[in-house]
T-cell receptor
Framework: DGGITQSPKYLFRKEGQNVTLSCEQN?????MYWYRQDPGQGLRLIYY???????QKGDIAEGYSVSREKKESFPLTVTSAQKNPTAFYLC?????????????FGAGSRLTVL | AQRVTQPEKLLSVFKGAPVELKCNYS??????LFWYVQYSRQRLQLLLR??SRESIKGFTADLNKGETSFHLKKPFAQEEDSAMYYC??????????FGPGTRLSVLP
């Protein structure tokens, strides 16, 4: 069953702690993305990667870090520098092909800072 | 800069009534436009894209380059259409840009 798997589904963190959200895909997609979803603000791009070992900052990258060591995996680390980390995080992937890009989303991870 | 606006945060219509969710974009090139939908407790998923020119679940959307709009329409709303709808723009080789979303509530 192809798709994107995000884990954990729910995560609680104490202030000052770093946490890593996992995103794995078996769709053979080249591009992967991390979005933050907040009520009334839609989806805001944190980071994206179009190829292994390369990634670009999105609109709200401060306080986050990523890696892309494997095509299938794109983990997101929420660091203690992120001032307001409580949010719903969505991972997505797509192929990179002219007029064929469609995002496939994971189920999301909800992070709550205590 | 690329930008997508959706002026309505919430749109309520009665079952059987027509519905139109507005989307405007700003982009100087030839973007791809999409509508994504998120039903309650489900993943965000593609509803339709402008290059496909197809009708999905009775919804259609026409790209109007003159007005830079990509409004989503359905002639007769159903209760199962209640969801969060996001308009999105994509430029090849770059990232996707999403609007803030419109919550559609179809009342019985």
């Amino acid at each position: 069953d192809g798709g994107i798997t995000q884990s954990p589904k729910y995560l609680f963190r104490k202030e000052g702690q770093n946490v890593t959200l996992s995103c794995e895909q078996n769709l053979n997609h080249d591009a992967m993305y991390w979005y933050r979803q907040d009520p009334g603000q839609g989806l805001r791009l944190i980071y994206y990667s179009q190829i292994v070992n390369d990634f670009q900052k999105g609109d709200i990258a401060e306080g986050y870090s990523v890696s892309r060591e494997k095509k299938e995996s794109f983990p997101l680390t929420v660091t203690s520098a992120q001032k307001n980390p409580t949010a719903f995080y969505l991972c997505a992937s797509s192929i990179v092909e002219w007029r064929a890009n469609v995002l496939t989303f994971g189920a999301g991870s909800r992070l709550t800072v205590l | 800069a690329q930008r997508v606006t959706q002026p309505e945060k919430l749109l309520s219509v009665f079952k059987g009534a027509p519905v139109e969710l507005k989307c405007n974009y700003s982009y100087s090139g030839s973007p791809e436009l999409f509508w994504y939908v998120q039903y309650s407790r489900q993943r965000l998923q593609l509803l339709l894209r402008h290059i496909s020119r197809e009708s999905i679940k009775g919804f259609t959307a026409d790209l109007n380059k003159g007005e830079t709009s990509f409004h989503l329409k359905k002639p007769f709303a159903q209760e199962e259409d209640s969801a969060m709808y996001y308009c999105a723009l994509h430029n090849y080789g770059q990232n996707f840009v999403f609007g803030p979303g419109t919550r559609l509530s179809v009342l019985p």
